[in-house]
């Protein structure tokens, strides 16, 4: 049995939750979600298998 994780998902759900927790940092959650994505993005390392 494997199961695979993707790191966008994850990181997006971190986002989400602290918008709702914190609020006042919209921008700065924004923005860090939005680089980490297109880092994932362009370095590949979206997916991981464990077994």
Known sequence: ??????????????????????????????AVYLILIGLIGLLGAGNFTLR
Request: proline share 7%; net charge positive.
């Open 1 to 30: 049995m494997s199961i695979n994780l993707g790191l966008a998902p994850i990181v997006s759900l971190l986002a989400g939750i602290l918008i709702l927790v914190v609020p006042r940092m919209l921008n700065y959650i924004v």
